[in-house]
């Protein structure tokens, strides 16, 4: 007989963006493992999505100065420490004498495996969608570490994993792009499972009263909303009319 065993706040929080996450959820996102795009299709997906990806190393810093304040407390000294690892993941981790270079320069190598130029990639015109997206996100690691946990480590890294695997054998398998070029979705498909299980701690850590609890869920369900938004507007961009429902 199974025994069900009660799950944390933040374990309670992962498993409600697996439900809901665009990324495993929307039309889009299943079209593009389906297969379903054509190439500028799919050379338009990468280029929107880079307004996040290619500033990740900002979103990561931001996180961090979101902690503590002129006289910081020995427990933002520990949260600081806690939360500069992922920082180093983003940057990169060549810099402390490791392989793996930023992610956002592997998304640069996913882009080029499309035949997109850097000019091209970075010159992109970017959907009003995705700019109130990237606006979002990036506000909710500057309200504190919580509403910053939940709203990009618990609403997103949680499900990169999955999101990224599923991306991962799409290009390979039916958009033939070389492994070579396919960095961004490896490396992600295995380094976000952990960085959720950490984010769980920390948010469990943090959200010890109602308020915060509430709090840290609001911010975990606008980073989704947004994102889901910013996934009606590339469907409908790239499709010419709205996303389905249901």
Sequence with gaps: MAVETELSYG???VAEAKRT???????LSRAVCAGELSREQLREWVKQQGAFFLDTVRHAAVRLASIGSFRPSLEDLRLQRAIIPVL?????????GKREPAHALLYVKLAEGLGISQEELFGTDYLPHIVIEKNELFQLQREGLLEALCGGAIATESVNAIASARFLDAFRTHYGVPDEYLGFFAVHAGVEEEHGAQAVALVNRLATTAEARHRGRLAMRRAIVVR?????????????RPAPRG
């Excluded at 180093?88 to 402390?96: K, P």
């Excluded at 938004?229 to 499709?239: C, Q």
């Design 21 to 27: 996450h665009p990324w495993l959820h929307h039309p």
């Design 228 to 240: 889901w938004l910013a996934a009606d507007g590339m469907y409908e961009a790239l499709f010419g």
């Design 11 to 13: 374990e309670a929080l």
């Design 88 to 96: 180093i993941e983003e940057a990169g981790e060549d810099l402390v």
